[in-house]
């Protein structure tokens, strides 16, 4: 379980994760040694699974963003694992969800333009039976983070035997 003091270098790291282990430290009240070991237990406990640049889509090519919504007739589980396979080789998928409700699977794609999300399209059906496949294309971005909310991570109260250091 975490602390108030590991959610606010959780916050900072969120945030920008290439703040100086001092500098996060000095935020969240703490000298640089314990910090930096809060954030390597973090890291060993699987809270923090990676750190990443965050790109500019424009500045990459990526500018066009579609939420292709799939249906198919099979809900095996070897089916899914294909599926699965087919989706990790193709990097223009940024994410992929299993769905309840009326659509099965939703993909965000992105690409530079049009023909690229067809090229995409005729790809990935030509590798999987797929039912059904809708996709809408994102017109404008008007919010988009990759920081979780932390609010309702529970966090441990400090009792009289606990260090905050």
Request: net charge neutral.
């Amino acid at each position: 379980m975490i602390d108030r003091i590991d959610r606010k270098i959780l916050q900072v790291l969120q945030e920008d994760c290439t703040v100086p282990v001092a500098e996060i430290g000095r935020r969240v009240g703490l000298s640089t040694t314990p910090c930096w070991r809060r954030i390597q237990k973090l890291e060993e406990d699987g809270i923090i699974l990676r750190r990443v640049a965050v790109l500019d889509p424009k500045q990459v090519n990526t500018k066009v963003t579609a939420f292709v919504s799939i249906t198919t007739n099979t809900h095996s589980d070897d089916w899914l694992k294909r599926f699965a396979e087919v989706v990790a080789q193709m990097p223009e998928v940024v994410e992929f969800y299993r769905m309840a409700g009326q659509v099965d699977y939703l993909l965000r794609v992105v690409v530079p333009d049009i023909e690229a999300y067809d090229a995409f399209y005729k790809r990935l059906i030509a590798k999987i039976d797929i039912a059904d496949v809708s996709t809408t294309f994102a017109m404008e971005q008007i919010k988009y983070t990759t920081a979780l909310p932390l609010q309702y991570v529970p966090v441990e109260k400090p009792g009289p035997e606990k260090s905050s250091g």
